[in-house]
């Protein structure tokens, strides 16, 4: 059973953009700061509560806290700490335990995709579960917004010289997770199932164009030919359309990963950083249309 979509956001003009999916959609709603219109959210006031109190409980002096506020792997290993008896805050617990299970998905994510063999079934698999991660992330993200607020304040406090750009924010983490865990691991495959994809698509479609081209020379040569549409004829057309939606719907799942809430907005007129998912799989394809 999917989960259900979140709520849509109504916004001004001025803060319109148009988007393709869902995240991008989202990522232009934090570049904008639109807040959700849930405002009795009873959920995000039981998070605010706990937030209160691991305020009152967490240590400001705590050199576990910059790492856990730029997401180094090393600052989320709450049991690793209490088996060595270093204290942590009730705070980097939390963001341990959060990791943990963002992780914990990702691997599994990852697990279930390396169980499959045929490479539009990859592909189409992978955008599904980038999609249903997405509305997870958005949902999340709302909840525990308030754990994301104390992070930042109390990296400001103790560290008001020090960058605080980006913001650290619990969408983030779970991203990161997810290209570190998933896209990182299954880049290889993925690369490779969209250049076969891509590549019966155009050995079918010239096919076609030849077949066309050959009736209509021999209507030219004034021979009888009777031309009929077949069921095979209608299959291969569905087939071809399938094809492109699942190309079409693979590349918006990797834009997603190749731009935050600053850059979104160049997706259609910018070349994709060197080292972002879309620049690879735009490698990928043009290495095999050349």
């Not at 709302?142 to 994301?148: G, K, N, Q, T």
């Not at 992070?151 to 008001?160: D, L």
């Not at 009736?215 to 359309?241: G, H, I, R």
Request: aromatic content about 14%; hydrophobic content about 40%.
């Amino acid at each position: 059973m999917n989960p259900s979509l979140p709520a849509p956001n109504l916004k001004r003009d001025i803060h319109f953009f148009p988007t393709e999916t869902e995240f991008q959609n989202f990522l232009t709603e934090k570049f904008f700061n639109i807040k959700s219109n849930n405002l009795f959210d009873c959920e995000v006031k039981v998070t605010e509560k706990v937030c209160k109190f691991i305020c009152k409980t967490s240590s400001t002096e705590n050199a576990i806290l910059p790492l856990a506020r730029w997401y180094q792997k090393e600052a989320f290993n709450a049991i690793e700490f209490a088996e060595q008896n270093i204290e942590i805050s009730a705070l980097e617990t939390l963001l341990s335990h959060l990791n943990n299970m963002f992780d914990s998905y990702c691997q599994f994510v990852l697990y279930y995709l390396n169980s499959l063999n045929d490479d539009k079934v990859i592909l189409k698999q992978y955008y599904k579960c980038w999609e249903d991660f997405v509305i997870a992330l958005i949902d999340t993200d709302r909840i525990l917004a308030p754990v994301s607020q104390i992070v930042n304040e109390k990296y400001q406090e103790v560290y008001p010289d020090h960058p605080q750009f980006p913001s650290f924010s619990i969408w983030r983490m779970m991203a990161k997770a997810w290209y570190s865990i998933v896209y990182k691991n299954m880049a290889e495959k993925l690369g490779q199932g969209i250049k076969e994809t891509i590549e019966t698509l155009m050995k079918n479609a010239i096919n076609k164009t030849q077949i066309s081209s050959y009736s209509k020379y021999m209507v030219k040569k004034n021979e009888v030919l009777e031309v009929e549409v077949t069921e095979d004829d209608q299959e291969f057309e569905e087939e071809q359309a399938r094809s492109l939606k699942l190309i079409k719907k693979f590349r918006r799942s990797i834009e997603d990963l190749s731009f935050n809430e600053y850059t979104v907005f160049y997706n259609d007129c910018d070349l994709p950083n060197e080292e972002s998912p879309k620049f690879e799989m735009t490698n990928a394809v043009i290495d095999q249309i050349i």
